[in-house]
Nanobody, 127 residues
Framework: EVQLVESGGGSVQTGGSLRLSCAAS????????IGWFRQAPGKEREGVAA????????YYADSVKGRFTISQDNAKNTVYLRMNSLKPEDTAMYSC????????????????????WGQGTQVTVSS
């Protein structure tokens, strides 16, 4: 049983920062991959950042590289996405996702690799 709940979204101006949180149930840290996706109206769901726990590696989409940072706090069963230097094109619904840990997946993250999803938190960046 895995449950993911996101928080921390909101509205900011260009150049601002937000930190998203994903509170997870116990199986999360048995997962091979924990990641953040986003989807804006009229666009495909995009994997923006992922933590591959089996290899201890991280992935960032080119569009967010250098601005976003994924991290985790095992004691709190929480995964974070720190977003700096936000741009209007970052506006989207952001969702946390995790796999079952029963198979390996590799960068880049794709939606079909993941089994558990949060309900999402909205991020809006104004000009």
């Amino acid at each position: 049983e895995v449950q993911l709940v996101e928080s921390g979204g909101g509205s900011v101006q260009t150049g601002g920062s937000l930190r998203l949180s994903c509170a997870a149930s116990g199986y999360t840290y048995s997962s091979n991959c924990i990641g953040w996706f986003r989807q804006a109206p009229g666009k495909e769901r995009e994997g923006v950042a992922a933590l591959y726990t089996s290899g201890g590696t991280t992935y960032y989409a080119d569009s967010v590289k250098g601005r976003f940072t994924i991290s985790q706090d095992n004691a709190k069963n929480t995964v974070y996405l720190r977003m700096n230097s936000l741009k209007p094109e970052d506006t989207a619904m952001y969702s946390c996702a995790a796999d079952r840990g029963d198979a390996y997946s590799f960068p880049p993250p794709v939606a079909s690799d993941f089994n558990y999803w949060g309900q999402g938190t909205q991020v809006t960046v104004s000009s």
